[in-house]
């Protein structure tokens, strides 16, 4: 079946400084990835959507200069967390649509998620 | 608006208690109703697709259906390795997002 390897599983960095998450497909090509926060004991939060190619759609209220998307190819796509302060610890999971033209079937399939905490 | 409601917010089962989960649905127009389940500090796993009122799934002790408005998933004589959180996930005939509940906390207890 479809595979999303993500990485780092998890990251400690220093208030001010980036970190780079990265979302990759292993076995299909992801024409489509999504970029997802989770609070403790909340649900999945939509960032953006990311199309290979194109700029990302960014959700509303989501600041599109701190939290950079690329998806340069089919099979990766980044999300870097800029000048990153306490208040962005968060999980992070990304996850691609595995169907369309000459793919699968309708369907998501997610990464194993980053824990990033910013001390 | 599109909206996904999951109840109840928490479960404690005993092993072998046979129960039920719900989603109920408002969307514009439905394409796909996603169940996935999801442990601690990992991404959501992937349990079924349903696409239409009427159907069925099952994988061991798990039953997914759908009606027009909300779906179930049944939990046979669960174990204590089922307990996790369950997400539910519906995805709009339009656009590719997905539009998650806010889940279901499962345990179940030896």
């Known amino acids: 079946g479809a595979v999303v390897s993500q990485h780092p599983s998890w990251v400690i960095c220093k208030s001010g400084t980036s970190v780079k998450i990265e979302c990759r497909s292993l076995d299909f090509q992801a024409t489509t990835m999504f970029w997802y926060r989770q609070f403790p004991k909340q649900s999945l939060m939509l960032m953006a959507t990311?199309?290979?190619?194109?700029?990302?759609t960014y959700e509303q209220g989501v600041e599109k200069d701190k939290f950079l998307i690329n998806h340069a190819s089919l099979t990766l796509s980044t999300l870097t967390v800029t000048s990153a302060h306490p208040e962005d610890s968060s999980f992070y999971i990304c996850?691609?649509?595995?169907w369309g033209p000459g793919q699968g079937n309708y369907g998501y399939t997610f990464g194993s998620g980053t824990r990033l905490t910013v001390v | 608006e599109d909206q996904v409601t999951q109840s109840p917010e928490a479960l404690r089962l005993q092993e072998g208690e046979s129960s039920s989960l719900n989603c109920s649905y408002t969307v514009s127009g439905l394409r796909g109703l996603f169940w996935y389940r999801q442990d601690p500090g990992k991404g959501p796993e992937f349990l079924f697709t349903l696409y239409s009122a009427g159907e069925e799934k099952e994988k061991e002790r798990l039953k997914a259906t759908l009606t027009k408005k909300e779906s179930f998933l049944h939990i046979t004589a669960p174990k204590p390795e089922d307990s996790a959180t369950y997400l539910c996930?519906?995805?709009?005939?339009?656009?590719?997002?997905?539009?998650f509940g806010a889940g279901t906390i499962l345990r179940v207890k030896s």
């Open positions: 990311s199309n290979e190619g194109s700029k990302a």
């Open positions: 996850s691609a649509s595995t």
């Open positions: 996930a519906v995805g709009m005939e339009y656009g590719n997002k997905l539009v």
